[in-house]
């Protein structure tokens, strides 16, 4: 079997703890709380405006209290959609430890949407606090306790439910993102850096003893008996060793061929 290079989560943890950074990157889920309040919001609107349009009995904007189970879900749906873009967005930011900083995300939100409430009420003036009511009434968001208690249970338990599977789902998908690129990477060999090297710990990535001590081949195809056995990976490393100009731009039967070339 041919040796196979992959980054792994583990590897970028262990790089922000020696870079001194820690596990957790405040700003990424800050960035992330922000985006999934700027992206549920026009979820919202647009789902609202879309309803209205096709003149459906469900609408939003009348009140949350009004909407019932099937409100209720399509909520949780709009929370998911929009917590799974800012998941997403938090993972690419913070590259580690992506289930933590979706949890991150979700409550974030919840703690600096509480913070913002009580803020909002302790310094503005009554006046101002009814604009801002107003403005949450648009969208059909219930703003007193009254208001939260004539809501079917199945809205606040769809939301909740919405937001914390989209934002752990989105920052380990962003996580996985950084997996994915260096794969590509590798296997393309990009520029001249010699990424199997052996003394490496990523071209061990699966061991040393790929042999099985039968004549097959190792890591780095040493040991192979016919050239067409080696995988992409291996027949890049013997055109580096050979020096083969142009490595870097060859396909696997490229390669194949100006190594057979070379005899």
Excluded: C
């Amino acid at each position: 079997m041919g040796t196979t290079v992959t980054e792994k989560p583990q590897t970028r943890s262990k790089l922000a703890r020696m870079a001194g950074i820690g596990p957790v990157s405040p700003v990424s889920i800050l960035g992330g709380v922000l985006v999934g309040y700027a992206a549920f919001g026009i979820l919202l609107g647009a789902a609202s405006a879309l309803l209205h349009h096709r003149s459906a009995t469900l609408d939003p904007t009348q009140g949350w209290e009004k909407l019932g189970a099937g409100g209720g879900i399509l909520i949780g749906v709009l929370l998911f959609l929009g917590y799974l873009l800012a998941g997403y967005m938090t993972g690419r930011m913070a590259w580690r430890q992506g289930v933590l900083h979706g949890i991150g995300v979700f409550v974030g939100s919840l703690v600096i949407g509480a913070i913002i409430v009580g803020v909002v009420r302790s310094l503005t003036t009554p006046k101002d606090v009814k604009s801002v009511t107003d403005a949450l009434h648009n969208l059909g968001i219930p703003t007193t306790r009254s208001g939260w208690r004539d809501v079917d249970s199945v809205l606040p338990i769809a939301s909740v439910v919405g937001m914390f599977l989209g934002s752990v789902l989105g920052a380990v998908a962003g996580e996985r993102w950084y997996t994915r690129i260096s794969r590509r990477v590798l296997v393309a060999e990009a520029g001249e850096i010699d990424v199997r090297e052996p003394h490496s710990h990523a071209a061990v990535a699966e061991g040393n003893g790929a042999g099985d001590g039968n004549g097959a081949r190792n890591g780095n195809g040493a040991h192979a008996d016919d050239i067409d056995d080696l995988t992409k990976e291996e027949l890049y490393q013997r055109a580096q060793e050979r020096d083969i100009p142009g490595r870097s731009q060859m396909n696997k039967d490229e390669l194949k061929e100006a190594l057979q070339k070379q005899g």
